[in-house]
């Protein structure tokens, strides 16, 4: 044998031993399966175990979501709600006789509103109101109780209340939170002659159906009006704010809407007041109120209407020529939105036939309202009187008018 | 005179309790829809499909925007039946939760039906005069809808409450919109 076949043949020798004693037998590779199979149920009892508990989880997770939305959902209808508005106005105001010139600055009205649910059916509403920001003896402010009754309603679109509330007349009186109307100051017909804000005490029943008819009915205190003095037949001095107020005398309201179709507004209003003055035989009897208005939105563009009548019996406010009081006003609007808010300007003619002699006039505004959230409003406006009687032509005026208000 | 005034006082307040109790007699007791009638009228079953979706950090500013508030909830539940889905939400007109119920389908308001108005004005928009108005209605460019809603005098705070729930419900749809196509497609 030659010496290089040897040494290989040695080599092959000492490398085949170690590795045939290396390889596992038929037993070894058993219980390697045995093994795996024993790891393989190990991992399985894991995840079925992972996966139990993230079912678990997830039932949980479930559950909290759906406890903390019933919670979220629940808790804005507490049965006890706080409202609000106010409105700031500075007033500038150049009259022909100087002597009338306005200039100032007041906070005319804060109002807070609480409410509450006894039930599902009983309510109770409220509006109190500081006028003026300062009220007392000497103040030029008053604290007023305007709303405060108790709502039952009898199903889904008929409700009663009883208590102190809103007469259900024209546009002003019964919504009149700031950013809901153009003008620093409320329009001139519903403050002479449907006298707004203009509550009663009483009873009513509301209903509504499904095409958009409603109608309200009340049986409420009446007016007050003085018959003599210098506010003499003045409806907005007949005004008993359910004050210790005199009650011989009731009055009833009715009201038909139409608000079927959207953006428009057709309502007509009707009271009978038994006795305006709340006395016999003081030349004041009976007063009979018709008030019209009408809203219709046309894309942005708005237009507005309102036309009221008084017309009273008795033989002394015949003689002052008092018997019959109208007023009536339009109102052209236009609103859009920028991005940062909304505007609106408008324009307003009003005719004004009152009582006094100041409460004879024409008056036309124009101005804007801008809303940089929807429930707050920046206004300007431009009013000019002019007073039909030439008696009162001293009180003409011009100006201009700046505000801001809210509600919440 | 005042025999008189009392005279027609008297038939004034017998025409006012003819009104009343004439009103009463047809005052029409408006039942509302159940979810369930909603789902069932919405999506053929009372027990569809549904899932939730979750107010991440994006989508609650996204709702926050759209509500003017921040969402009340953590998520949305929404139901579904291939590509329509329904939407339930709560949203306070002025002082109460008023819940509106959406369908959406390929990013189009279907329909919206209120399921419960509990607020004391603005009763116009539980009915259909007023709801139709969102038939058809979709976001524009600027995640807002598409047409205007005529608004309803002394109910403004209840029709805003009804616009903001709608664009919420159709940014939500378009936020899901393409998964569930995605599920459509797959075999």
Known sequence: ?408 | MIQANRKNLGLVLRIALLTVFTTAAIAQSSAYQSKPEFLEQSLGTTQPQSDVIWFDDELRAVATRILGHPPGTMRMRYWFDGSRTAWIVDEIGKEKPITLGIVIQNGEIERMSVLQFRESRGWEIKYPFFTEQFDGVRLDKNDKLNERIDGITGATLSVRAATRSANLALVLSEHIRQPIQETIAAP
């Not at chain 1, 939170?177 to 009663?200: C, D, K, L, M, Q």
């Open chain 1, 1 to 408: 044998m030659k010496p290089y076949l040897y040494c290989l043949g040695m080599v092959l020798l000492a490398t085949a031993g170690p590795a045939a004693s290396q390889t596992p037998d038929i037993d070894e590779i058993w219980e390697i399966v045995q093994q795996q199979q024993r790891e393989i149920a190990d991992l399985k009892a894991r995840l079925a175990d992972a996966d139990a508990q993230l079912a678990a989880a997830d039932e949980k997770i479930e559950a909290t979501g759906d406890y903390l939305d019933s919670v979220a959902v629940a808790a804005p209808a507490s049965a006890t709600k706080i409202g609000g508005y106010g409105e700031l106005h500075y007033n500038n105001l150049n009259a022909t006789d100087s002597t009338m010139d306005s200039e100032e600055i007041d906070f005319h009205r804060f109002v807070l509103f609480f409410g509450h649910d006894f039930s599902d059916r009983v309510s109770f509403f409220s509006e109190l109101e500081l006028e003026h920001s300062l009220a007392g003896d000497g103040a030029p402010g008053e604290v007023e109780l305007e709303q405060a009754y108790i709502n039952y309603a009898l199903t889904d679109s008929l409700s009663a209340k009883t208590g102190l509330f809103l007469m259900p007349i024209g546009f002003i009186n019964e919504t009149h939170e700031p950013p809901t109307f153009y003008g620093v100051e409320r329009n001139a017909v519903e403050n002479v002659i449907v006298p707004s804000t203009w509550w009663e005490a009483g009873a009513a029943l509301s209903g509504h159906n499904e095409i958009g008819l409603s109608w309200d009915v009340a049986l409420h205190s009446g007016l007050a009006m003085p018959t003599t003095g210098s506010s003499a037949f003045r409806i907005r001095s007949g005004r008993q704010k359910v004050a210790e107020a005199m009650a011989s005398d009731p009055a009833v309201t009715f009201r038909l809407r139409y608000s079927g179709i959207p953006g428009l507004d057709l309502a007509a209003s009707y009271q009978y007041q038994s006795d305006a003055s709340q006395i016999a035989g003081d030349g004041l009897d009976a007063g009979n109120l018709f008030v019209a208005n009408a809203s219709y939105d046309i894309g942005a563009f708005r237009l507005k209407g309102l036309y009221s009548q008084w017309n009273f019996n008795g033989f002394a406010i015949e003689a002052a020529d008092a018997d019959k009081q109208t007023g009536w006003y339009v109102e052209p609007s236009y609103r859009f939105g920028t991005t940062k808010g909304e505007w609106g300007v408008y324009a307003r003619h009003a005719d004004v036939d009152g009582a006094r002699t100041q409460d004879k006039f024409t008056q036309f505004e124009l101005g804007a309202n801008y809303w940089p959230v929807d429930n707050v409003v920046l206004k300007f406006d431009f009013r000019q009187r002019d007073h039909e009687l030439a008696s009162e032509v001293g009180r003409d005026f011009d100006g201009f008018d700046l505000g801001v208000g809210y509600q919440f």
